[in-house]
T-cell receptor, first 112, second 109 residues
Framework: DGGITQSPKYLFRKEGQNVTLSCEQNLNHDAMYWYRQDPGQGLRLIYYSQIVNDFQKGDIAEGYSVSREKKESFPLTVTSAQKNPTAFYLC???????????FGPGTRLTVL | SQQGEEDPQALSIQEGENATMNCSYKTSINNLQWYRQNSGRGLVHLILIRSNEREKHSGRLRVTLDTSKKSSSLLITASRAADTASYFCATDGPDKLIFGTGTRLQVFP
């Protein structure tokens, strides 16, 4: 059963803590993306990676970090430097430019 | 930066009615895609229309593209309560998709 998985579904974090969100895909896609979505809003691009061991900042990269050590995995770390991290985080992958983007189910992060 | 802007931001209709939402974008594109998002879920791809196409159908969905006006519309015919969701258009940037702000559709039974 191919697709993208994100874990956990819900995540609670205390202020000042770093937290890592998992994203795994078995679609053999080269490119992967992280988006942030606030209530009632559209998607904002945080980071993306077009190939293993390479990634680029999106529109709102400050306070976030990523790694791409394996093709199937693209974890996102929300650091304590992110001033307002409470949001819904979506991971996606794509086979090639202009193709359909496949999304994971999302992780809802709440900072207490 | 967001290229696509959907209109209206929110739309409420009765079951059986048609729903039309529009997307405007700023720069030239190779293709435009529409996605659907149920509350609290990931996005699901609905349809892709290429820049050399003017209209495309998929089931109850009809998408039009007017590259001269840099706009697209998504028509859902004979809507159902299960169509309640947010709908986003996305255009192809240099190395990423650029999503619009979305239209929230509510279909009342």
């Amino acid at each position: 059963d191919g697709g993208i998985t994100q874990s956990p579904k819900y995540l609670f974090r205390k202020e000042g803590q770093n937290v890592t969100l998992s994203c795994e895909q078995n679609l053999n896609h080269d490119a992967m993306y992280w988006y942030r979505q606030d209530p009632g809003q559209g998607l904002r691009l945080i980071y993306y990676s077009q190939i293993v061991n390479d990634f680029q900042k999106g529109d709102i990269a400050e306070g976030y970090s990523v790694s791409r050590e394996k093709k199937e995995s693209f974890p996102l770390t929300v650091t304590s430097a992110q001033k307002n991290p409470t949001a819904f985080y979506l991971c996606a992958s794509i086979a090639g430019l202009g193709d359909t983007q496949y999304f994971g189910p999302g992780t809802r992060l709440t900072v207490l | 930066s967001q290229q696509g802007e959907e209109d209206p931001q929110a739309l409420s209709i009765q079951e059986g009615e048609n729903a039309t939402m529009n997307c405007s974008y700023k720069t030239s594109i190779n293709n435009l895609q529409w996605y659907r998002q149920n509350s609290g879920r990931g996005l699901v791809h609905l349809i892709l229309i290429r820049s050399n196409e003017r209209e495309k159908h998929s089931g109850r969905l009809r998408v039009t593209l007017d590259t001269s006006k840099k706009s697209s519309s998504l028509l859902i015919t004979a809507s159902r309560a299960a169509d309640t969701a947010s709908y986003f258009c996305a255009t192809d940037g240099p190395d990423k998709l650029i999503f619009g702000t979305g239209t929230r559709l509510q279909v009342f039974p």
